[in-house]
Structure formats: C-alpha cells, structure tokens
C-alpha cells in the first residue's frame, strides 16, 4: 500500500533504482522536498521506487534532475483523493 502525501500531487517514476536513489539524494542535497515511495501497479512496473512531490517545484525540480544527468521514466499528475494517476510526459532520452 502506497504512503499518503496529501501534499504531493505529482509522481515521477524511474526505470532504474540507481537513479530513483541518487535523484532523491540530490533533489534533497537541494533542499528541494520529495518523498520516496513504492510505485503503484497502475502506474508503472519499471523499477519499484518513485518520488513523489509538490507542482510548484516541478520546473526547479526537472532542471536539477537534467543538470545532474538524472533519467526518470514517467511524470504523473496524482489525485490522493481518488487515487488517480495522468501522464503528463515521459522522458525524451534522445536529448
């Protein structure tokens, strides 16, 4: 069962541990509040582990993931209320 965040509404998904971990390193290095949680079924069955964060720090969040060489798999809009998940991208590895 997945951890509540009420103050989360967005989840970002990974397709390898090593950078679901070392992005949560850095994001907190950065002072930038996330929480890690396992990853719904629903959502996505890469690597089990994803962040979970506030909209507001999603510009600042992204920069410091692509500065930092970081590869992420897929960014959701999350409603806690309805346990509803919506894509809203997924990572472009040709840049």
């Not at 979970?52 to 510009?59: K, R």
């Not at 993931?65 to 409603?79: E, V």
Request: hydrophobic share 40%.
């Amino acid at each position: 069962m997945m951890v509540i965040y009420p103050q989360y509404d967005r989840l970002l998904s990974f397709a390898s541990i090593h950078h679901a971990i070392r992005a949560e390193k850095v994001l907190n290095e950065g002072c930038i509040p996330v929480a890690a949680a396992p990853t719904p079924r629903e959502v996505d069955i890469s690597c089990g582990q994803c962040l979970l964060f506030s909209a507001a720090n999603e510009q600042i969040l992204m920069d410091v993931l692509n500065g930092n060489s970081i590869c992420w798999s897929k960014l959701f809009q999350r409603d806690v209320q309805s346990k509803s998940y919506q894509l809203i991208m997924e990572y472009n590895h040709t840049k």
